[in-house]
Each structure stands twice: as structure tokens, then as C-alpha cells.
């Protein structure tokens, strides 16, 4: 493993939010698809499940999706951003079946507070161990999603085992049509 269990958990479940806005659309339209999401990556804590909640994870996910395309440094202001202004204050917590793992926010913060301060722990692990190049986006030519590669030896290069196997598939008859 390369990160802390926890950390790896919300880089991936931070590229699922972004992906949520990408290649298919709006994928968190209203505060069901919203409870499905929190649902399936286990978000525990309060939830107001109405509409400003809803447009403050949209505007957390267009914040975090800058990530992909920034510099070192301006990832560093980003993080230190989401820290300073929900008052982050690390600790360690064990829950629900989950390990030790960090939680800087109280559970009665805002869902997209405590969405935002944990990937900004996780992204300030990732800057410390100089691994920025790990946030990239799918090959996949008709793919606009992203992905961190977690993988041992730099080597993931789609976001889904769909893109994946769309591209492998196609590049498998483009060579059958060749020969
Ligand atoms: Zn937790
Ligand atoms: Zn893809």
C-alpha cells in the first residue's frame, strides 16, 4: 500500500466526486443521487439532505477538480484553503467497523466541510510524499474522467475496467483489421 488505508479511500472516493461532473454527465443531480453516492462511500455524520447541501458538494467538487491540473504549489494553497477555513483539527477516531484513520472535522460539521477536509488530508499526504504525478486523467480518448494511480509501479492509466477494456478491445480488432 502506498498511502494510509484512509488516505487512499478519499483520493479515490475525491476522483469518483470530480468523475461525477465528467464523461457522463451530471451525476449528482438531486439529493437522492447525492444519498447514493454518501451511501456507497460510507460517509457517516450529519447530513441537512437539502438543496444547499447539495450545491455545496457540487461547488467543493469543481474546487477539487482543479487538482488535477495544478502545480505543486497551487495544489499546497488549495489544501491549506480547505484546512484554514473548516478550522481542521486532526484526529484520530475509530467507527463503524473502520480502523484508526483521521477525521478533522466533527461529525455535525456540514457534509461538504468534512468532505473537503478530507480530501485535503489525504492530498496534503500525497504532496508530501511528492506523488502529484499520481493524479491523472483516463486514456481513453472519448474519457474525460480522472484517477489516481495507486498501483505499485505507476501503471494504471484508465479510470474504469470499462475504459479499459473499450480501448483494449478496440486496439485488438484495429490489429485484426491490419493484419
Ligand atoms: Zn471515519
Ligand atoms: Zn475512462
Not at 67 to 75: G, H, I, P, Q, Y
Not at 136 to 148: K, M
Request: glycine share 2%; net charge negative; charged share 25%.
Amino acid at each position: 500500500m502506498l498511502f494510509a488505508h484512509d488516505t487512499e479511500v478519499s483520493l479515490n472516493a475525491t476522483a469518483a466526486l470530480v468523475n461525477t461532473a465528467r464523461s457522463s454527465g451530471e451525476e449528482l443531480p438531486d439529493v437522492a443521487a447525492l444519498d447514493a453516492f454518501v451511501a456507497h462511500w460510507r460517509w457517516t455524520g450529519s447530513r441537512t439532505r437539502d438543496q444547499a447541501e447539495l450545491d455545496a458538494v457540487r461547488d467543493l467538487r469543481t474546487r477539487l477538480a482543479a487538482l488535477w491540473d495544478m502545480t505543486e504549489d497551487e495544489a499546497v494553497v488549495l489544501v491549506n484553503t480547505l484546512l484554514r477555513d473548516a478550522s481542521a483539527l486532526p484526529q484520530l477516531v475509530k467507527h463503524d467497523g473502520w480502523e484508526y484513520h483521521i477525521h478533522a472535522t466533527s461529525p455535525d460539521a456540514p457534509l461538504a466541510d468534512r468532505m473537503a477536509v478530507d480530501a485535503a488530508m489525504a492530498f496534503a499526504d500525497v504532496i508530501r510524499a511528492d506523488e502529484l504525478a499520481r493524479l491523472r486523467c483516463c486514456a481513453a480518448l472519448d474519457c474525460a474522467d480522472v484517477l489516481v494511480d495507486l498501483s505499485k509501479n505507476r501503471s494504471r492509466r484508465f479510470c474504469s475496467l470499462t475504459c479499459a477494456n473499450r480501448v483494449n478491445v478496440a486496439a485488438y480488432r484495429s490489429r485484426r483489421s491490419a493484419s
